[in-house]
């Protein structure tokens, strides 16, 4: 889980909902599509928030950033039946928020008299589980995209530790109340405790977020983190059969509890990858260095990084 530095929108930044051929997905945006389009996916038990911090260094960089609460996370809404929460499910839910996104992009162009949009095509970036439902996108269509990141995303399923834990908590839910799961996981996490550093209004979000979570979603999405097959040479193949290339960049702390840092450089290497490791980061270099990794992934978009 990532935990925002800070929950405040800066004046540049707005919510609002955005409707979908799919639904409503609840989402994040500043900025303007002078250089593109970036769409922001969360993690497991994550939010539009966790990019919070990202959203104005992109924007300054002449990106139009939009971050996304998927089905059934926070305050996106979903229905209380595991499958809708598929993994090709989920993919279909991120192909249409890129066809809205595109559209309105459309419709910018139209204002402005015409001319190409920068937004044609979308820049997508997975955070963690996130990366594994963007990865299943690319797989289903990769047309609409500029660009894919993984960012702290590995090739299957997890580490063996967080498999251990994402089985106790499919083992409460459904016989635990949530509060008492919310209470259980932290003590099992420090990252999701509050401790002195963590200002209160945060504490209190973390908290409310996880209670927002439909639990069907959780079981479902716990489920993929565990049996998530090894995609990377699918996803390769698929890549080097496109009729224009789609770089790839896989971006993580220099540590990594989900899946370890080496795992990390090796999926980058059988994908052509540009392999970006932001120093002084853990699992959430959106969250906890925002700053660096806002300029990592401008100079990737600008087609300043190579591998």
Same mark, same amino acid.
């Given at each position: 889980?990532?935990?925002?530095?800070?929950?405040?929108?800066?004046?540049?930044?707005?919510?609002?909902?955005?409707?979908?051929?799919?639904?409503?997905?609840?989402?994040?945006?500043?900025?303007?599509?002078?250089?593109?389009?970036?769409?922001?996916?969360?993690?497991?038990?994550?939010?539009?928030?966790?990019?919070?911090?990202?959203?104005?260094?992109?924007?300054?960089?002449?990106?139009?950033?939009?971050?996304?609460?998927?089905?059934?996370?926070?305050?996106?809404? *979903? #229905?209380?039946?595991? =499958? %809708?929460?598929? @993994?090709?499910? /989920?993919?279909?839910? +991120?192909? !249409?928020?890129?066809?809205?996104?595109?559209?309105?992009?459309?419709?910018?162009?139209?204002?402005?008299?015409?001319?190409?949009?920068?937004?044609?095509?979308?820049?997508?970036?997975?955070?963690?589980?996130?990366?594994?439902?963007?990865?299943?996108?690319?797989?289903?269509?990769?047309?609409?995209?500029?660009?894919?990141?993984?960012?702290?995303? *590995? #090739?299957?399923?997890? =580490? %063996?530790?967080? @498999?251990?834990? /994402?089985?106790?908590? +499919?083992? !409460?839910?459904?016989?635990?109340?949530?509060?008492?799961?919310?209470?259980?996981?932290?003590?099992?996490?420090?990252?999701?405790?509050?401790?002195?550093?963590?200002?209160?209004?945060?504490?209190?979000?973390?908290?409310?977020?996880?209670?927002?979570?439909?639990?069907?979603?959780?079981?479902?999405?716990?489920?993929?983190?565990?049996?998530?097959?090894?995609?990377?040479?699918?996803? %390769?193949?698929?890549?080097?059969? /496109?009729?224009?290339? +789609?770089?790839?960049?896989?971006?993580?702390?220099?540590?990594?509890?989900?899946?370890?840092?080496?795992?990390?450089?090796?999926?980058?290497?059988?994908?052509?990858?540009?392999?970006?490791?932001?120093?002084?980061?853990?699992?959430?270099?959106?969250?906890?260095?925002?700053?660096?990794?806002?300029?990592?992934?401008?100079?990737?978009?600008?087609?300043?990084?190579?591998?």
């Amino acid at each position: 889980m990532s935990k925002p530095p800070f929950l405040g929108l800066p004046p540049t930044v707005r919510a609002r909902r955005l409707p979908t051929a799919r639904g409503e997905f609840a989402v994040h945006e500043a900025g303007e599509p002078t250089a593109g389009t970036a769409l922001l996916l969360p993690g497991f038990t994550g939010s539009k928030e966790d990019f919070i911090a990202l959203l104005g260094p992109l924007a300054a960089g002449g990106y139009r950033v939009v971050a996304v609460d998927g089905r059934g996370q926070h305050e996106t809404d *979903g #229905p209380r039946d595991e =499958s %809708a929460y598929a @993994q090709p499910e /989920l993919a279909r839910d +991120l192909l !249409a928020v890129t066809a809205a996104l595109r559209e309105e992009a459309d419709g910018l162009r139209e204002d402005a008299a015409g001319g190409e949009s920068p937004a044609e095509r979308v820049h997508l970036l997975g955070h963690s589980l996130g990366g594994l439902i963007a990865r299943a996108a690319v797989l289903l269509d990769a047309s609409p995209f500029a660009s894919l990141t993984l960012m702290s995303s *590995g #090739p299957g399923a997890v =580490s %063996a530790a967080q @498999q251990r834990r /994402l089985k106790m908590l +499919l083992g !409460a839910l459904g016989v635990m109340e949530m509060e008492e799961i919310w209470q259980a996981m932290r003590e099992l996490d420090p990252v999701e405790a509050a401790d002195e550093e963590t200002p209160p209004e945060v504490a209190e979000f973390l908290h409310r977020r996880f209670m927002a979570h439909v639990p069907e979603q959780l079981s479902a999405t716990a489920h993929q983190l565990i049996a998530e097959p090894d995609r990377i040479d699918e996803l %390769a193949d698929a890549l080097a059969a /496109l009729p224009e290339p +789609l770089p790839v960049n896989v971006i993580s702390g220099s540590v990594d509890y989900a899946w370890p840092v080496p795992l990390l450089d090796e999926t980058a290497v059988r994908l052509g990858a540009v392999r970006t490791v932001v120093a002084g980061a853990g699992h959430s270099p959106n969250a906890e260095r925002p700053e660096e990794t806002a300029r990592a992934l401008v100079s990737f978009w600008s087609g300043g990084l190579s591998r």
